[in-house]
Nanobody
């Protein structure tokens, strides 16, 4: 079992910055990748950025060049630095961790989510 706790959401004006953090606990040695997803009101949850155990990183096109995902100095933490925020970035942001399973499809763990609101 893996537990994920996010922090750092809030209200910011267009063009501002926020930094989200995610702390993982429990069976963290089994985690292959950690990622951030977001879900705007009335929309489906979408993937934002991912960092793997070997620290390879990929971003969704919508945030490339503005968001930075990184591992924290504290063990089992991941940050999402969000710069040049836009109103369309408004969403609940979720931390995700994937662990391997015997049947191939990874198992997803989710945090409780943190609200990010960007005012125009």
């Amino acid at each position: 079992q893996v537990q994920l706790v996010e922090s750092g959401g809030g209200l910011v004006q267009t063009g501002g910055s926020l930094r989200l953090s995610c702390a993982a606990s429990g069976s963290t040695g089994s985690i292959n990748t950690m990622a951030w997803y977001r879900q705007a009101a009335g929309e489906q949850r979408e993937w934002v950025a991912m960092i793997s155990k070997d620290e390879s990183i990929i971003y969704a096109d919508s945030v490339k060049g503005r968001f930075i995902i990184s591992k924290g100095n504290a063990e089992n933490t991941v940050h999402l630095q969000m710069n040049n925020l836009k109103p369309e970035d408004t969403a609940v942001y979720y931390c995700n961790a994937k662990t391997p399973t015997p049947w191939g499809t990874p198992y997803d763990y989710w945090g409780q989510g943190t609200q990010v609101t960007v005012s125009s």
